[in-house]
C-alpha cells in the first residue's frame, strides 16, 4: 500500500518562498510519475506540476517560471519549492503517485498566499 505525507505548507506573504515535500513510503523511482496538485476553495483540484520516472517534468501554465518540482530517489522524497506566490496560488497541495496505472494520494498540505 502506498502512502503520501506531504509538509511545508503554512502561511506567506505575496512574493515569499514555500518548499513542499512528499514522503512516499514506496519506491518513487518504481513509480511511472509523481507530481503535485491543488484545489482551492470552491474549485476542482488541477494540476501543478509532473516529474516522470525519467525525469521529465511538466508545470500548469499559471506556475511556470516559479515552481520547480524535484526528486531524491534515495530520500523516497518529491519536492516543490514554490517561489513569488500570489494569493492565487492558496490551496491544498496534495502529493501524487501514480503507477501500474493507479493514483495515489496524500492528505494535503495547506498552502495560504497573503496580499
Known amino acids: 500500500q502506498v502512502q503520501l505525507v506531504e509538509s511545508g505548507g503554512g502561511l506567506v506573504q505575496a512574493g515569499g518562498s514555500l518548499r513542499l515535500s512528499c514522503v512516499d513510503s514506496?519506491?518513487?523511482?518504481?513509480?511511472?510519475?509523481m507530481g503535485w496538485y491543488r484545489q482551492a476553495p470552491g474549485k476542482q483540484r488541477e494540476l501543478v506540476a509532473t516529474i516522470t520516472r525519467g525525469g521529465t517534468t511538466n508545470y500548469a501554465d499559471s506556475v511556470k517560471g516559479r515552481f520547480t518540482i524535484s526528486r531524491d530517489n534515495a530520500k523516497n522524497t518529491v519536492y516543490l519549492q514554490m517561489n513569488s506566490l500570489k494569493p492565487g496560488d492558496t490551496a491544498v497541495y496534495y502529493c501524487?503517485?501514480?503507477?501500474?496505472?493507479?493514483?495515489?494520494w496524500g492528505k494535503g498540505t495547506l498552502v495560504t498566499v497573503s496580499s
Open positions: 514506496a519506491s518513487i523511482f518504481s513509480a511511472d510519475r
Open positions: 501524487n503517485d501514480w503507477r501500474l496505472g493507479i493514483n495515489y
